[in-house]
């Protein structure tokens, strides 16, 4: 792993303490640059929680959607192949029974290849993905199994977008991003240009790309929809994470109004679908004995992994935030499950307890 930013807050007897690591090289080809506190990260499946999932739920809180309402309601063609009784409360536990992951950029990148015309990244690749998961079949009965996956929250996104009529991305900076002060927070519906790229960590040497990915997304199927889409494409430093998950401790504990308290509650609270999932309503919540939160975080915890290397975690019993951002793809994309996180989330707490 070539660097990281690990940032964490705890409330302890009325006062906040913190902790901030920086250490490594936020990028170390084509040129070694130096991890820095403002280091922009690609977020990845972070993005699940900091922008669709926190847009569905003020969509809620303002009546426009329901969590019970099926998919199709909105989205009429996602009710072909038996489809018609998934719910929105199934995408956000991932218990739809859609497919987790295909890899749509493969087939797009193929036609490019047979007619030499662009689709990565054009409007007819997002029009191409949101259709193909519209048209496919379930691989389990709704609410029987909880298979965490991409397809769910590509879906939510195009929801999202559906109702309030405004692209993800436009959405999330004028009711998410803006009002919490997460200034530089933002999706890349086009490469960084290179006067800012220096800001970024890399990430993958991208076999298909034929480049080290850096300052654009690295999610193959973000990459072909155009950089914006629900499950992947978020960059943000790790003040601007830290900034979230402070919101939600201050909105839990009555302290700010920025966010709709019981809405929050109800997202927070693992819906056991099916009986025994870890899954709240697009929140990972700690599995006993082998979460990355680690040992610490209580039960009334949640929190969110990105396969970039990145993570958040809060628990509101113990008003403790961690957010840690790692570059650990760069340059090799790998599949691990990444314990160190564990590791690190409970030398924090241990440190912040002494």
């Known amino acids: 792993m070539p660097g990281a930013v690990v940032l964490a807050r705890m409330l302890r007897e009325g006062e906040w303490l913190e902790h901030l690591s920086v250490r490594?090289?936020?990028?170390?080809?084509?040129?070694?640059?130096?991890?820095?506190?403002e280091t922009v990260f690609d977020l990845a499946s972070l993005t699940k929680v900091l922008a669709t999932t926190t847009a569905v739920m003020l969509l809620v809180e303002q009546g426009r959607l329901e969590l019970d309402d099926p998919v199709a309601k909105?989205?009429?063609?996602?009710?072909?192949?038996?489809?018609?009784?998934?719910?929105?409360?199934?995408?956000?536990?991932?218990?739809?029974?859609?497919?987790?992951?295909?890899?749509?950029?493969e087939t797009l990148l193929e036609r490019e290849r047979k007619k030499g015309e662009r689709w990565i990244g054009t409007k007819a690749a997002h029009d191409f993905v949101l259709e193909s998961i519209c048209r496919s079949a379930l691989v389990h009965e709704p609410g029987s199994a909880a298979v965490y996956g991409d397809l769910d929250f590509i879906v939510l996104g195009a929801v999202v977008e559906a109702v309030?009529?405004?692209?993800?991305?436009?959405?999330?900076?004028?009711?998410?991003?803006?009002?919490?002060?997460?200034?530089?927070?933002?999706?890349?519906?086009?490469?960084?240009?290179?006067?800012?790229?220096?800001?970024?960590?890399?990430?993958?040497?991208?076999?298909?790309?034929?480049?080290?990915?850096?300052?654009?997304?690295?999610?193959?199927?973000?990459?072909a929809m155009g950089g914006v889409a629900g499950h992947a494409g978020l960059f943000a430093p790790v003040d601007d994470v830290m900034r979230f998950g402070t919101a939600l401790l201050d909105v839990w504990h009555g302290r700010s109004l920025a966010l709709p308290r019981e809405r929050l509650v109800e997202f927070a609270a693992r819906q056991s679908l099916p009986p025994g999932s870890d899954w709240a309503l697009g929140w990972d919540t700690?599995?006993?004995?082998?979460?990355?939160?680690?040992?610490?975080?209580?039960?009334?915890?949640?929190?969110?992994?990105?396969?970039?290397?990145?993570?958040?975690?809060?628990?509101?019993?113990?008003?403790?935030?961690?957010?840690?951002?790692?570059?650990?793809?760069?340059?090799?994309?790998?599949?691990?499950?990444f314990t160190l996180r564990a590791e690190i989330h409970d030398l924090v707490r241990e440190a912040f307890a002494a």
């Open 286 to 337: 700690p599995t006993a004995g082998g979460s990355s939160s680690g040992r610490y975080f209580s039960p009334q915890s949640i929190g969110h992994l990105g396969f970039t290397g990145t993570s958040l975690w809060i628990d509101f019993d113990a008003q403790a935030v961690v957010v840690m951002l790692t570059n650990r793809i760069h340059l090799v994309a790998k599949k691990s499950k």
């Open 164 to 223: 309030s009529g405004q692209p993800l991305d436009q959405l999330c900076h004028e009711r998410i991003f803006a009002p919490l002060g997460m200034h530089a927070t933002r999706f890349l519906r086009e490469p960084a240009p290179e006067a800012e790229r220096r800001r970024f960590a890399a990430t993958e040497n991208c076999p298909w790309r034929g480049r080290i990915v850096w300052g654009e997304v690295h999610d193959p199927n973000a990459a």
């Open 24 to 37: 490594g090289l936020a990028v170390t080809r084509p040129e070694r640059i130096p991890m820095a506190r």
């Open 74 to 105: 909105v989205l009429p063609h996602f009710g072909e192949r038996d489809k018609e009784r998934v719910t929105l409360r199934h995408l956000l536990t991932h218990s739809s029974g859609l497919h987790p992951w295909r890899g749509f950029h």
